[in-house]
């Protein structure tokens, strides 16, 4: 219990400093969320006059010689729509056909940003990935509605428990998973809210083809079982002071939930976790567009025993993007702590492309009851394509170095974090 508490502590001391209007006071252009005039998209028109561009634009000028780029509005209560068919290659998928994309919006003037994003994939692996999220505010922030909504038919290995896990340990899994899962946020005061959510999580036909090597996988001795449901009520607190949900270039986030799951709802085991996401974003240099962005994503069970693949695992955040550089489930284990930072930069003036250079680590450990072990770390560059200028969506492509060898290439439409 004592990490827990030391992490809960960090999560209270960060919020309230952060929540502090005066720890901005170097950056007279910020506007916190709460204040009314605030806009969370930026009229991005450079003092250059030079325009922003993203790829419809250029694929505008490619059919009409005489088009020309415009300014890009603020986001309003008209739906802006970001949408792009891809193949694409992960290490966990191999080849994929994808449609990603998202809807953004208001709910009303002077209120954040409402999305609703959909990635649905089909793997060379044979896998099925339908995910959709959603984060809806109502008028004047009063509310947030944060849903998770996902269907997998999916193919996975794994590697054991704990990070001092051996990538000879390859153990070849098979399951269906479908979650439903949402939650309502009340605004406390200014930035800060709390609420309470409801989760269902739903596991089966789970398999396992046993270990290329012969031997004994952490899998069957942590206990196989066919089905696994894990539902649940969340207790949630939220600090956001963000200046773009989509793409952030200043401001904090933070997040806590608490899970717990009983049996009388329909859990196959009770089991308690605690999850703690805490996020910060400078402009460095502070007059310019670049950022430097670090994020710490906290992943703990405190009590119970959740099935195998309950257990909190790299890439099994929301967006399923912790541990660049490293297959998703390449560790897993009752406590994950994660750590990351990444730099952000324009290539081009017009902000079609731009780039970054990101390093993390993590560390897990084994079994519940057991400590964390080694840190691995991972590391590499990427390339970010302006999708639509208005809600600064890009096309993150991100190619990852981790220990072993593991290396790979990762696409999402969006920041990492």
């Given at each position: 219990m004592?990490?827990?508490?030391?992490?809960?502590?960090?999560?209270?001391?960060?919020?309230?400093?952060?929540?502090?209007?005066?720890?901005?006071?170097?950056?007279?252009?910020?506007?916190?969320?709460?204040?009314?005039?605030?806009?969370?998209?930026?009229?991005?028109?450079?003092?250059?006059?030079?325009?922003?561009?993203?790829?419809?634009?250029?694929?505008?000028?490619?059919?009409?010689?005489?088009?020309?780029?415009?300014?890009?509005?603020?986001?309003?209560?008209?739906?802006?729509?970001?949408?792009?068919?891809?193949?694409?290659?992960?290490?966990?998928?191999?080849?994929?056909?994808?449609?990603?994309?998202?809807?953004?919006?208001?709910?009303?003037?002077?209120?954040?940003?409402?999305t609703i994003t959909i990635n649905p994939a089909y793997?060379?692996?044979?896998?099925?990935?339908?995910?959709?999220?959603?984060?809806?505010?109502?008028?004047?922030?009063?509310?947030?509605?944060?849903?998770?909504?996902?269907?997998?038919?999916?193919?996975?290995?794994?590697?054991?428990?704990?990070?001092?896990?051996?990538?000879?340990?390859?153990?070849?899994?098979?399951?269906?998973?479908?979650?439903?899962?949402?939650?309502?946020?009340?605004?406390?005061?200014?930035?800060?809210?709390a609420g309470l959510g409801y989760i269902f999580d739903d596991r089966w036909n789970m398999s396992e083809k046993g270990q290329f090597n012969g031997g004994v996988s952490d899998y069957k001795r942590y206990g196989p079982i066919t089905r696994a449901i894990s539902t649940g009520i969340t207790f949630n607190a939220l600090f956001d002071s963000r200046d773009n949900s989509i793409n952030p270039s200043r401001g904090f986030y933070a997040s806590m939930q608490y899970r717990d799951n009983y049996s009388f709802l329909g859990s196959t085991s009770p089991w308690r976790s605690l999850i703690i996401d805490v996020r910060k974003y400078y402009k460095l240099p502070a007059e310019s567009d670049n950022v430097l962005a670090f994020w710490s994503y906290d992943w703990l069970v405190i009590n119970g025993r959740p099935a195998y693949l309950d257990l909190p695992a790299t890439g099994y955040d929301p967006s399923n993007t912790t541990g660049r550089g490293y297959i998703q489930g390449r560790f897993r284990g009752a406590q994950m702590v994660y750590?990351?930072?990444?730099?952000?930069?324009?290539?081009?003036?017009?902000?079609?492309?731009?780039?970054?250079?990101?390093?993390?680590?993590?560390?897990?450990?084994?079994?519940?009851g057991s400590g964390l072990q080694s840190i691995q770390p991972g590391f590499g560059p990427g390339l970010r394509i302006k999708l639509n200028?208005?809600?600064?969506?890009?096309?993150?492509?991100?190619?990852?170095?981790?220990?072993?060898?593991?290396r790979g290439l990762f696409i999402n439409v969006g920041e990492v974090f």
């Open positions: 004592r990490l827990q508490k030391i992490l809960v502590l960090i999560f209270t001391l960060a919020v309230f400093f952060f929540a502090n209007e005066k720890a901005y006071a170097q950056d007279k252009r910020y506007i916190p969320l709460g204040h009314p005039k605030f806009k969370d998209t930026l009229i991005v028109a450079h003092p250059d006059t030079t325009f922003e561009k993203d790829i419809f634009d250029v694929i505008k000028s490619i059919f009409d010689k005489n088009y020309k780029e415009s300014k890009a509005d603020s986001v309003t209560t008209k739906p802006v729509f970001s949408i792009v068919p891809a193949v694409g290659y992960t290490l966990q998928t191999d080849l994929a056909g994808t449609l990603s994309g998202n809807v953004v919006f208001r709910t009303a003037p002077n209120t954040r940003i409402s793997t060379q692996k044979k896998q099925v990935i339908i995910p959709l999220l959603s984060n809806i505010w109502t008028k004047n922030n009063k509310y947030d509605f944060i849903g998770d909504f996902r269907f997998y038919k999916y193919p996975q290995s794994t590697y054991g428990l704990g990070s001092h896990s051996n990538l000879a340990d390859e153990n070849p899994l098979d399951y269906s998973f479908f979650r439903f899962s949402e939650t309502v946020l009340k605004q406390i005061f200014g930035n800060f809210y750590l990351e930072s990444e730099y952000r930069f324009r290539i081009t003036r017009n902000g079609l492309l731009g780039g970054v250079a990101f390093i993390n680590a993590q560390s897990f450990s084994a079994a519940p200028k208005v809600s600064k969506t890009n096309i993150a492509i991100d190619y990852g170095f981790g220990r072993e060898g593991s």
